[in-house]
């Protein structure tokens, strides 16, 4: 089917040479006309504008809105609505608050547009992998764009089926969900961001002790100089632990034991904040995701090496790179 992709940054550009890979026409915008003309080498239909994007898209028009959570989509969702008539869809991708996405959708209603929110995760290495989609909005759209879903998704692959599941329950399986109506999307990933920040936390810490073992405040019977590289390529190997959290831990080790190319200043995007908030708002203990979120703020003031893990991590798996403090 046909798709807009404004956007193309590490992951809008990944996600739009996946969809061109199954099969979709895509057409590309971005403030950088650079991007745009690389997308286009590779196929893609390149626009000039959102101008230029909504005339070329057939309707009912469906635009997919993959830039920093804020006022760049709030800006992007806004101009699009200018542009789209009743019947049209705009799907919000990125990292959005969930209370945005309903109020946004009601102001689209009165339009006729129909507003689709997605939580998406995968990162940079997504375009081979696929991408897990937490799905929010009005039935209809969301069948409307299921062929968008199914190609950007990681599908059953090699993963077992979980014993005692029946084969006909949804789309789960295939690494995408329509989770309930608007807002419904981004709430699933801010909670699936928090369990990213207390997961995170825990092998960050586990490693800092483990590189603390050979430490001369010990006795000297009681240290032990620990190759960590090792350790996590073996916990990879049939561990409890193993994740790919840890896969990317693991490759970080193997590529730099010290992790010296790392500061330890640990950036939090937004929805382990919102999480948190959650939790207050419901009640309910929280103990290990606001731990986790409490120890980036820290990490801005001094450094552990569980901070350098926590940095690596998020450099594998979502292209992060380090800010200095303050910034």
């Known amino acids: 089917m046909e798709l807009g992709m404004i956007g193309l940054g590490r992951m809008g550009a990944n996600m739009t040479r996946r969809l061109m890979r199954g099969g979709h026409k895509v057409t590309v915008f971005d403030l950088n006309p650079a991007r745009v003309e690389e997308l286009q080498g590779e196929g893609a239909i390149g626009a000039a504008s ?9 309707r009912p028009r ?7 959570a ?28 969930y209370k945005d996405d309903v109020r946004r959708a009601k102001t689209l209603e009165a339009k006729g547009i129909q507003y689709v929110d997605v939580g998406t995760s995968g990162g940079v290495r997504g375009l081979d992998r696929g991408y897990c989609l937490m799905i929010g909005g009005p039935e209809r759209a969301v069948e ?66 483990m590189r603390g073992a050979g430490s001369k405040d010990l006795p000297e019977s009681h240290r032990y100089d ?4 090792q350790i996590a390529e073996l ?57 986790s979120l409490y120890a980036r703020f820290r990490s801005r003031q001094d450094h552990t090496f569980a901070e350098k893990v926590l940095s690596a991590m998020r450099h594998q798996f979502g292209g992060h790179v380090e800010r200095p403090t303050g910034e």
């Not at 295939?174 to 989770?179: D, F, T």
């Not at 908030?277 to 929280?286: F, G, R, T």
């Open 50 to 58: 959102l101008d230029d994007l909504a005339a070329r898209l057939a």
């Open 62 to 68: 469906a635009a997919w809105v993959m830039v920093p």
């Open 70 to 97: 804020g006022e760049a989509t709030e800006g992007s969702v806004e101009a699009l609505a200018r542009r789209f008539d009743s019947g049209d869809i705009i799907v919000d991708g990125g990292n959005s608050y």
């Open 144 to 209: 409307h764009l299921d062929p968008i879903f199914r190609t950007l998704a990681p599908g059953i692959g090699e993963i077992p089926r979980t014993p005692g599941r029946n084969v006909n329950q949804g789309t789960a399986e295939a690494g995408y969900l329509h989770c309930g109506p608007w807002g419904a999307g981004h709430y699933v990933k801010m909670v699936h961001n928090g369990i990213e920040y207390g997961l995170m936390q825990a092998y960050a810490e586990g490693f800092d002790i």
């Open 226 to 229: 620990l190759d960590l590289a």
């Open 235 to 291: 916990w990879r190997r049939g561990s409890v632990v193993a994740s790919w959290l840890l896969d990317l831990t693991a490759t970080a080790l193997a590529e730099d034991p010290s992790l010296s190319r790392y500061s330890g200043v640990v950036q939090d995007s937004g929805e382990g904040r919102w999480a948190a908030m959650a939790a207050i708002e419901q009640s309910v203990p929280a103990d290990v995701l606001t731990a």
